[in-house]
């Protein structure tokens, strides 16, 4: 099948790659997921009862429950934007160590984050159990999407910290595989030559001294004093 060169190209740009990423595709849905329970409960989580107009929690009446799944769902929301704008200039920074300090912070939120939404689920299960059915006349559905989204973002939240840990791990040997390659650079220029390599020794007259045959035979360059001969008589 021929896929026209428009398309390839646009399956080539940065911007499809940078989304076609798991933690990009991680980061969206736990943004989604912290939107639906922050959402379901501040728009139907507070409902009056049969008997009375005051506006009471549907979990269990506890305001608290409430308010703590509205709170950590607007803050997961916020952070997911935040981490996703981050990881958009992540290829841009350019020292190491600010790299491997974004890495842990990342890796450090995400275990907060199942820690978190852990407690929420727990809590607001246990709120939801003790409620009566007849208490309130509507928002059932909406308590029961927010616990449900609640344990999905414990596990979206475990897959981030697992992303976040590989990162962090593939990326803190580079600057001793780097130091090592530098080092063996360094060696390669400063190695002497070999012995094999041609040396260009100077061409000698027949009355100059050569260096090298010099320094091979102390012997043969040492000056030597005039000699006397005895003539012979006539």
């Not at 981050?86 to 790299?99: K, M, P, S, V, Y």
């Not at 616990?147 to 990162?167: E, G, K, M, R, V």
Request: some cysteine.
């Amino acid at each position: 099948m021929h896929i026209p060169e428009s398309l390839q190209d646009l399956a080539n740009s940065k911007a499809v790659q940078f989304l076609k990423r798991p933690k990009t595709i991680t980061r969206v849905f736990e943004g989604v997921f912290s939107l639906i329970i922050f959402s379901s409960l501040l728009t139907d989580g507070y409902q009056n009862k049969v008997e009375s107009p005051q506006l009471h929690c549907i979990l269990n009446s506890n305001n608290v429950a409430c308010s703590f799944a509205v709170g950590a769902g607007f803050l997961a929301f916020l952070s997911c934007l935040a981490f996703l704008v981050l990881d958009t200039q992540e290829t841009h920074i350019a020292g190491t160590r600010f790299r491997t300090a974004f890495q842990l912070l990342d890796f450090v939120l995400a275990v907060l984050w199942v820690i978190v939404w852990f407690v929420g689920f727990c809590f607001l299960t246990n709120q939801w159990q003790h409620s009566s059915p007849k208490e309130f006349l509507l928002g059932s559905s909406s308590a029961q999407a927010a616990i449900a989204f609640t344990f999905f973002s414990i596990l979206a939240w475990i897959f981030q910290a697992y992303l976040a840990f590989q990162d962090l791990r593939n990326d803190a040997a580079v600057p001793y595989k780097r130091s090592l390659d530098e080092g063996g650079m360094v060696l390669t220029t400063l190695s002497p030559p070999s012995a094999t390599s041609p040396v260009n020794a100077p061409t000698a007259g027949p009355n100059s001294l050569n260096y090298a045959s010099s320094a091979l035979s102390p012997g043969l360059t040492t000056p030597k004093g005039p000699r006397l001969a005895m003539m012979p008589d006539n």
